[in-house]
C-alpha cells in the first residue's frame, strides 16, 4: 500500500491532526514555521505540505521538493505560493475559499445589530459608570429593507439570516440569474433601485475597477437620508472621504466596518473619531470554527488529491501534465485574460459563451483552455476566487451556456482564441493571440482589427475618428497626473466609429472617466483591469 508523507508547517485545529492520524495511507510530521533552509533540508521526502501564510514556497523550494504531489494551502491566499513553478512541476495547489463564508456572513448580521442597536457605544458608557439608556433609542430590522450588493456565497448567506429578522431583501449583482435569487427569496434591483430603496445596505463584492469606490459621494446621494451600511467585503468599495461626509452631515446615520482600503487602519483616520461608526480589525472570518473547518477542509482535500479522488479548489491544471503545462500555459493565460476582458466589458448578465479555436496548438486543447476562459469570466464578479475545477460549476449556476467549435486555421494567426458572449440585448466578440509564442495579445473586439497588450488597467475607449481626440484624451490624462503606457486604435474609416485600447500606468478616478465622456468625440469609456 502507498503510503503518503504529509509535512504540516503551521498550527491546524485538533480536529483536522485528528483525520491525518486516522488516514491508513499517510502520515504526517509537523514542523512549526520553519526557516527556509530548515525547510528546504526536509520538503524532499514529502508527497504534500500544507501551509498557511508563515512559509514561502517559490521556484527554489519546489526544486528541491523532487517527491512533492500537493501544496495545500490553510486559508485563501496564495500570495506565499509560486503557482506557476509549481504548475510546471506537476504540483497541484489548492486552498479553501469557502471556509469562512459563514463566520463572515454572521460577522456582517452582528455588525448591523451591534449599528442598529448602538451596542459598542452603550457598553463604553456603562465601563465608565454611566446609565444613559435615552442616547442609545435604536431601531428594529424588522420590516426594514436590506439591500445586498453582492449576491455570491457570501451575500446569499447574509440573505437567508436577516430573512430570519423580517427583513425584506433586494439585491444588486449583474450576474446572478433570476432563478438562483428566486430560490434565495430575494429579489434582484439595479444599484439605483437598491440605493433609493434600501434602509441598509451591506457590501458583499468583489473589488474591480467596476466597484472601486462604487459607495461615493454620487451613489451616497442616490440613497435614502438616514441609511446605514455595513462592509464585510472590500475596503476599496468605499470613497471614505464621501462616507465621512455624509456620516458627519447625518445623510448616513452609521457605518459599520470590518475592512478598510489601507490595513491597519491608520491611528489619524478621521472614522476612529465618528460616534456614528462601529469598527473592527478584519476579523469577519476569525472565529474557532472557522479555523476548524479551514484545517479539517484543507486536510481531506489534500489526501482526495493524493489519492488521485478529488481535485477540489485547485486553483492549476490538476489533469495537464508539466510537459503540456509549458506549451499550453500562456494560452490558458490569454484564455483567462479574454474572459476577464468579456466580462468587465459585459452591458448586462452573461447568458451565453461561444467559444472557438483555431490552430493546432489550441484546437487540441479545448476543454481546459475552455475552463480558463470561464475562470477569468468569472473571477471579476466573485466573492471568492475561482479555479479551474469550480469555474465550470459557477458558469452553470449563474444560467451561463457554453459551447465550443474548432475552425479552420486562420492565414493571419497561427492559433485563435475567439470569444462571443450574449446577454438580452447585445453580444460582443473577443479575439486573441501569442506575439511570439509567448505573450498575449487582443487582436479583436467586435468588427474592429487591433493588436493590443492585456495587461495592467486599461481604457476601452469607443470614440468618433476625427482630428483631435486622441490629444484631448492624453491632454486630459496627462493633466490628471495619469501616463499612457500604450496606445492602441482599431477604426473602420475616416469619420466613422474608432476602438481604442489605452495601457495605463495607474488607475483612473471616476471622476476622470466621467471628464473623458464629456470631451467632444468621445462616445464610451470603460475601464477593466487585467
Keep these: 500500500m502507498t503510503v503518503y508523507h504529509i509535512l504540516v508547517t503551521d498550527d491546524l485545529s485538533p480536529q483536522a491532526l485528528e483525520r491525518l492520524e486516522a488516514a491508513g495511507d499517510a502520515d504526517f510530521e509537523v514542523v512549526r514555521r520553519p526557516s527556509p533552509a530548515e525547510l528546504r533540508e526536509i520538503v524532499p521526502s514529502h508527497d504534500a505540505i500544507i501551509i498557511r501564510s508563515s512559509v514561502q514556497v517559490d521556484a527554489d523550494l519546489l526544486a528541491a521538493a523532487s517527491q512533492l504531489k500537493v501544496i495545500g494551502r490553510a486559508g485563501m491566499g496564495l500570495d506565499n505560493v509560486d503557482i506557476d513553478a509549481a504548475s510546471l512541476r506537476g504540483v497541484i495547489v489548492m486552498n479553501t475559499p469557502g471556509a469562512n463564508t459563514v463566520a463572515t456572513a454572521e460577522h456582517a448580521v452582528a455588525l448591523l445589530l451591534a449599528l442598529c442597536r448602538h451596542v459598542p457605544q452603550a ?17 428594529q430590522l424588522y420590516r426594514k429593507t436590506l439591500g445586498i450588493v453582492g449576491l455570491g456565497r ?3 448567506q447574509v440573505a437567508r439570516r436577516t430573512q430570519a429578522f423580517g427583513m425584506r431583501i433586494i439585491a444588486f449583482d449583474p450576474y446572478i440569474s433570476d432563478d438562483v435569487a428566486r430560490e434565495l427569496k430575494v429579489t434582484l434591483v439595479d444599484l439605483d433601485e437598491l440605493l433609493a430603496r434600501s434602509d441598509f445596505i451591506t457590501l458583499h463584492t468583489a473589488l474591480t475597477p467596476e466597484t472601486q469606490g462604487i459607495i461615493n459621494a454620487m451613489t451616497i446621494a442616490r440613497t435614502k437620508p438616514g441609511v446605514r451600511l455595513v462592509n464585510c467585503a472590500r475596503g476599496g468599495l468605499i470613497d471614505d472621504v464621501a462616507l465621512v461626509d ?8 452609521g457605518a459599520a466596518l470590518d475592512v478598510f482600503a489601507d490595513e491597519p487602519l491608520p491611528s489619524d483616520s478621521p472614522l476612529r473619531d465618528l460616534p456614528n ?8 472570518a476569525s472565529t474557532i470554527e472557522a479555523q476548524h473547518d479551514v484545517g479539517t477542509q484543507i486536510v481531506d482535500q489534500v489526501l482526495a488529491a493524493l489519492r488521485g479522488e478529488d481535485f477540489r479548489n485547485a486553483v492549476n491544471m490538476p489533469v495537464v501534465d508539466a510537459g503540456v503545462f509549458r506549451v499550453l500555459k500562456p494560452y490558458l493565460r490569454l484564455a483567462e485574460k479574454l474572459g476577464s476582458l468579456q466580462m468587465q466589458l459585459s452591458e448586462g448578465r452573461i447568458k451565453r459563451v461561444e467559444v472557438e479555436f483555431q490552430g493546432e496548438e489550441v484546437s487540441s486543447h479545448v476543454k481546459p483552455l475552455t475552463v480558463a476562459l470561464l475562470k477569468g469570466l468569472l473571477d471579476p464578479i466573485t466573492d471568492t476566487p ?25 492565414p493571419n494567426y497561427a492559433n485563435l482564441l475567439s470569444c462571443l458572449v450574449l446577454w438580452d440585448e447585445g453580444e460582443r466578440l473577443v479575439s486573441g493571440s501569442l506575439l ?3 505573450f498575449p495579445r487582443v487582436v479583436q473586439i467586435d468588427t474592429f482589427r487591433i493588436d493590443a497588450q492585456p495587461e495592467g488597467i486599461v481604457l476601452v475607449m469607443e470614440s468618433i475618428d476625427v482630428p483631435g481626440v486622441i490629444g484631448r484624451v492624453g491632454t486630459l490624462l496627462g493633466a490628471r497626473g495619469i501616463n499612457i503606457a500604450e496606445w492602441r486604435l482599431g477604426r473602420i474609416a475616416l469619420g466613422e466609429e474608432a476602438l481604442a485600447f489605452i495601457n495605463l500606468d495607474s488607475p483612473a478616478p471616476q471622476d476622470v472617466l466621467a471628464e473623458l465622456v464629456q470631451l467632444e468625440g468621445v462616445n464610451r469609456v470603460r475601464q477593466v483591469k487585467l
Design 277 to 284: 461608526v462601529v469598527l473592527t480589525p478584519h476579523i469577519a
Design 123 to 139: 457598553d463604553v458608557s456603562m465601563r465608565g459608570g454611566e446609565w444613559a439608556r435615552s442616547q442609545f433609542t435604536g431601531v
Design 386 to 410: 475561482v479555479n479551474y475545477i469550480s469555474a465550470p460549476h459557477l458558469a452553470m449556476q449563474r444560467g451561463i451556456s457554453v459551447s465550443e467549435t474548432r475552425g479552420l486555421p486562420t
Design 246 to 253: 455624509a456620516l458627519h452631515s447625518g445623510h448616513i446615520a
Design 154 to 156: 457570501i451575500g446569499a
Design 436 to 438: 511570439g509564442h509567448e
